[in-house]
């Protein structure tokens, strides 16, 4: 029966490079500013569409309080059988440079091996593994489904992080595929049980009442910039790893962890640089605060002036590990900042966002199942990793349904440079990781039968 299955869904495959094609084609950037928001209303319809003929019941759209359109559906389970959530989100990251890339960003194009496209992994990739699970099982599905497919996700608006608390008895379910994530690498079974959460602020430093020519009042006149650059230098240590006060830095990791020259190669670490901080990439990735400075407003090299900067501000962010709270780790952070601020200069920090960080509990029958089938379509134990990023909605999810097992997996993996130009998925993550998810439903049902 699972070599039937794997069948099924390796015929599939010329469908699912079809749907991807259409998806990619649908520039879904949940941003007004930068593409119509018709770009997304219509990549929400092709998805509720697919979602109905694969055989869920009263898929439809809901607008959740951003003004993005979430895709919902179910189908009941048969009696005594759990009901699973499917999660993936359509909207994409917008492609930055189109020049950066090889070919273009919302054209689906074969290279190596590879789809190359905008949301080829992050996350269309996602609701085509999705769709070709469900259509594999056809009429034979063992479980009950309920289905999120978000608007917003990677603009970061909190659209069906507001929507779900109260619509949670809708949305109810044993078990949540939350799949946004992937494989620690091409071939190698994981779930992620840990993500970091966040807290982004804004830090003005004023020193002057305006910019002063710098041939008349330099030296003696504080330089905000210069000021700026030192509050900045303060939040790393000397081997350039986070130190903030109040904060412990510290942490371990306990699960998979991760090479350092796969970690330099994909990150991009140009030759001879060495890595910043202390212990193992894991650590530093997944059980410490990691802070980064995003963007600096100060006056450009191309026009600027022989003048004194007044003012200067930075946008910093700072990744959570779990175990920490998000909200004091943005208040040490803004402490820190200001007790930083050399000559007596003004300084202003402005809280931004806050996401709080995510550990899953793995002991349950849910992730048992997930094993089982990672182990019969890979051939080796799945492995348990963390991820850097942030997915405030896991929080939420836990909240609402306090008793439901999260799982986060899917078809991203390293080499998929997902918000980055070029990105990419290895069509053999989509019809392995569809395989996964199919066997999972199975087993997962078996679990609950007497």
């Avoid at 997304?40 to 959740?64: K, N, P, Q, S, Y």
């Avoid at 078809?411 to 392995?432: M, Q, T, Y």
Wanted: glycine letters at 10%; proline letters at 8%.
């Amino acid at each position: 029966m699972t070599d039937e299955l794997a069948r099924r869904i390796a015929d599939l495959m010329p469908r699912a490079k079809a749907d991807l094609a259409e998806l990619v084609a649908l520039p879904s950037v949940a941003d007004p500013r930068q593409y119509p928001p018709e770009n997304c209303r219509r990549a929400a319809e092709w998805v509720a569409a697919a979602f109905t003929e694969a055989g869920l019941r009263d898929v439809h759209l809901e607008e959740t309080p951003d003004g993005s359109h979430a895709v919902v559906g179910h189908r009941p389970p048969p009696p005594g059988a759990p009901t699973v959530l499917l999660y993936a989100h359509y909207d994409v990251q917008p492609p930055l440079d189109d020049a950066a890339w090889t070919s273009p960003p919302f054209e689906l194009t074969e290279r190596d091996g590879r789809w190359y496209g905008r949301g080829t992994a992050d996350c269309k990739g996602n609701i085509v593994m999705h769709l070709t699970a469900l259509r594999a099982l056809g009429d034979d599905l063992p479980v009950g489904l309920k289905l999120v497919v978000e608007g917003s996700e990677e603009q970061g608006t909190g659209g069906l992080e507001a929507y779900v608390p109260p619509h949670a008895g809708e949305l109810h379910a044993d078990a949540l595929l939350v799949c946004d994530t992937g494989n620690a690498a091409v071939g190698v079974p994981t779930a992620t049980t840990s993500l970091r959460g966040l807290a982004n602020v804004v830090v003005t430093v004023s020193a002057l009442g305006g910019d002063m020519h710098s041939g008349m009042f330099g030296g003696p006149a504080p330089d905000a910039l210069a000021a700026l650059i030192r509050v900045l230098d303060s939040l790393r240590d000397a081997d350039g790893g986070t130190r903030i006060d109040g904060l412990d830095c510290t942490g371990t990791w306990v699960g998979a962890g991760y090479d350092e020259q796969q970690f330099r190669t994909d990150a991009g670490v140009l030759e001879g640089v060495r890595l910043t901080g202390s212990g193992t990439v894991a650590d530093r990735l997944w059980a410490r605060p990691a802070v980064t400075v995003l963007g600096i407003d100060c006056p450009p090299v191309v026009g600027s002036a022989a003048a004194i900067p007044a003012t200067a501000r930075a946008r910093v962010s700072l990744r959570v590990p779990p175990g920490t709270d998000a909200g004091a780790a943005r208040d040490a952070l803004t402490a820190h900042l200001e007790a930083a601020a050399p000559w007596g200069v003004r300084i202003e920090v402005a809280p931004e966002s806050t996401g709080s960080p995510f550990r899953a509990a793995t002991g349950g029958p849910a992730y048992t199942a997930l094993d089982k089938a990672m182990q019969e379509v890979y051939g080796r134990p799945m492995s348990f990793l963390g991820q850097g990023g942030s997915i405030p909605l896991c929080n939420v999810f836990a909240q609402a349904f306090p008793e439901a097992e999260i799982i986060l997996m899917g078809v991203e993996e390293p080499r998929c440079l997902i918000h980055a130009p070029n990105e990419s998925v290895d069509p053999a993550e989509i019809e392995h990781m569809a395989n996964v998810e199919a066997l999972f439903l199975r087993h997962y049902a078996d679990s609950h039968r007497p």
